[in-house]
């Protein structure tokens, strides 16, 4: 999608989030100068391209008591990846997953899927879930915990101007 | 903050979902819960207050505005972690990075605005580390729902 200066100046209002008022978009729009229709329509289509995934709390998974978290990674037939790809990732425990491509002969995996629990012993039982889910297209697996944030700076969405 | 109750808990699980696009877009989902759209917007500060939600708002997809991401890792020598990691954070394309346990033990992304620029700093890492750097940009998003009950 190509971003026009006034949705950059929509993105950069809301990098923080919205205001909690009960009219957020009237007031931002105010903010920025614009009419609430012309901001929700941007908004809509910003959605409709992807630029914006959802409107939504994002919440801390260790205070709601998930403090484990693993990088599930596996070897997946190719062949079979299309279709079990999709299953994997609608499993609710599941908050990312991706298709990567190998590294041999070091990295055998092509599919990332983050699986959050309780302790590691859940994550664990999440991760035989996914190796029941994909059967005989599992070729191998491994889980890889964090053991430290070495850096977080999160990502500077609006450098280009 | 007190632990939550259970108009808490349906807040925090309602509002993962995506928010209308609309005048008043918290009425219909206080309504639901028996609050007044202020009532439940206290409670939604609150929650963040305390750290339960870390934000609230629009979830920007970086890569769809233009600009490249690539999952990079590393396997260092536990006696060169140190030394490699300040190495890797100095660049600013590291937008964050994660000591894993594993042989690959230093897994990182890199954010660009273009896929020229993931090559060079990936390449400029490794000539500086003497180490490979392995990369794997996503080739395919496998992704429905990001939520977790409260």
């Known amino acids: 999608m190509k971003l026009d200066s006034t949705d950059r100046a929509i993105i950069e209002a809301l990098q923080t989030g919205l205001p909690l008022v009960p009219a957020p978009y009237a007031q931002v729009s105010e903010a920025l100068g614009l009419d609430e229709a012309d901001l929700t329509a941007r908004l809509q289509a910003m959605k409709q391209s992807g630029v914006i995934r959802r409107i939504a709390a994002a919440p801390n998974h260790y205070r709601l008591g998930m403090t484990a978290n693993g990088m599930t990674v596996w070897d997946v037939d190719d062949a079979a990846l299309a279709k079990l790809g999709p299953r994997v990732g609608a499993l609710d425990f599941v908050t990312h997953c991706y298709e990567r491509p190998r590294a041999l002969p070091d990295w055998p995996y092509n599919l990332f ?36 944030i070495l850096k977080k700076t999160g990502l500077r969405l609006a450098r280009k101007r | 903050m007190n632990p939550l109750d259970a108009t808490d808990r349906a807040l925090v699980n309602a509002l993962q979902d995506d928010l209308p696009l609309t005048h008043r877009p918290f009425a219909a989902l206080a309504e639901h819960l028996g609050l007044t759209e202020n009532a439940l917007l206290d409670r939604v ?55 894993r346990t594993h042989r690959l033990n230093m897994w990182f992304v890199l954010a660009t605005e273009t896929p020229d620029e993931i090559t060079d700093t990936a390449d400029a890492i490794e000539r500086e580390t003497g180490l490979s750097v392995h990369r794997f940009p996503k080739l395919q998003e496998f992704f429905v729902g990001f939520r977790v009950a409260a």
């Open chain 2, 45 to 99: 500060k609150a929650l963040r207050q305390a750290g339960v939600l870390t934000r609230f708002g629009p979830f920007f997809d970086a890569a769809a505005m233009g600009g490249a991401f690539c999952l990079c890792a590393m396997s260092v020598p536990p006696e060169e972690f140190e030394t490699v990691m300040t190495r890797v954070n100095a660049h600013p394309e590291v937008a964050h990075n994660y000591e």
């Open chain 1, 113 to 148: 899927a983050m699986v959050h629990g309780a302790s590691p012993g859940e994550v664990e039982a999440k991760q035989l879930r996914i190796a029941d889910l994909l059967g005989d297209a599992l070729r191998g697996s491994d889980i890889l915990y964090s053991s430290r």
